[in-house]
C-alpha cells in the first residue's frame, strides 16, 4: 500500500540522488586505469556479487533456478539494456566531456520515457506531459548548441553516446514492465549476474593485456563504489522507494540528479560550467517538475 511521503522517505529521495550524482565524476576516475569495458564489466559485476551476497542471506525469494530455464533470455535483455549497454555508452561518451555534462544529458531520461510511453501506447500524454516533454528537449537542444558548436569543448559523437546511454534505460524500463511478474529482487539479481556473462569475454580479454602497475588505487576504489553503491545499493532505495510512496514520488529525484551532479564535478574534478549549462539545468528542473502534474493527472 502506497504512504504518504514523510521526512525518511525525502531523505532516502536526497540520497538516492546523491549516489546516482557521484557516478559521473568516479567514472572519470576509473578511466584513468581502466577501459570502457572494464568499467562497465567490473561496475555490473561488483553490483552482482554484492546483491548475490544479500540475496543468500536477505533476499530470498530470488529465484535462481530461473537462469537454467527456457526463460533465461528475458534476464539477458533486461541485463543488456539496463546495464551492458548504457554503462558502456556512458563510459564511452563522458571521456570526451566533463561529468556535469553527462549528468545534466542523463537527466533527460524521464521526457524519453513520456515520448516512446505515448508513442507504444503505454500511457497517453496530457497537456502537462507534453509542455513537461518539449522544455526537456528544449533543454537537450541547448546543452547540445553550447557545447558542440559555441564552446567546442564536446564532441557530437560524446553527446549522441550519453544520450542513447539514457535512451537505454529507457527502453530497459519497458522491457521490465513487460515482465513485471518476476519480483524487483529477482529482475535485478538475474538480470545483473546475466550482464556479467555477457562482458565476461571481453573483459577477460581486456584483463590478459591489461598492465596492473599502472593501475591507480583510487580507480579501483571508484569502481567498487560504482558497482556496490551507484548500482546495487541505489537500487534498493529506488524498489523501497516506490513500494512504499510510488514511482511518482521516486522519478522527482530526476529534479535532484543534475544537481548533485554539477557540484560534485565541481568538488571532486574542478570543473568549470558555462552560462548556457545552468540555464539548461533550471531548465530541466521546471520541466521535471511540469511532468509532476501530468502525472498527477493520470
Known sequence: MIKKPVLKSYILLFILAAIW?????NYKIVLISFDYFLLAGGRIFFASLFLCILSLIFFK???????????????????LTNYVIPFCLIAFGIEGMTSGL??????????YA????????????NKFKLIGTIIGFTS????FYDQVYITQSTTIKSV??????????VVGGLIIQKFK?????????????????ILLPICLIKLH????????????LSLIYLGVISTAIAFMIRAKLIFENGLVFMSQVSLLIPIFGLYFSWLFLSEEFTINMFVSLFIIIFGLWVLQFGYKKN
Open 21 to 25: 550524482g557521484s557516478a559521473f565524476f
Open 61 to 79: 525469494s530470488v529465484k535462481f533456478k530461473i537462469l537454467f530455464s527456457k526463460k533465461f533470455y528475458i534476464f539477458f535483455i533486461i541485463g
Open 102 to 111: 553527462a549528468a545534466l544529458l542523463m537527466s533527460a531520461g524521464p521526457f
Open 114 to 125: 513520456i515520448f516512446l510511453s505515448h508513442l507504444f501506447k503505454l500511457d497517453k500524454f
Open 140 to 143: 537537450v537542444f541547448i546543452l
Open 160 to 169: 549522441l553516446m550519453v544520450m542513447l546511454a539514457s535512451l537505454s534505460y
Open 181 to 197: 511478474k518476476y519480483n524487483n529482487e529477482t529482475i535485478a539479481v538475474l538480470s545483473m549476474i546475466s550482464g556479467t556473462i
Open 209 to 220: 593485456s591489461l598492465n596492473f602497475n599502472e593501475i591507480g588505487i583510487n580507480s579501483i
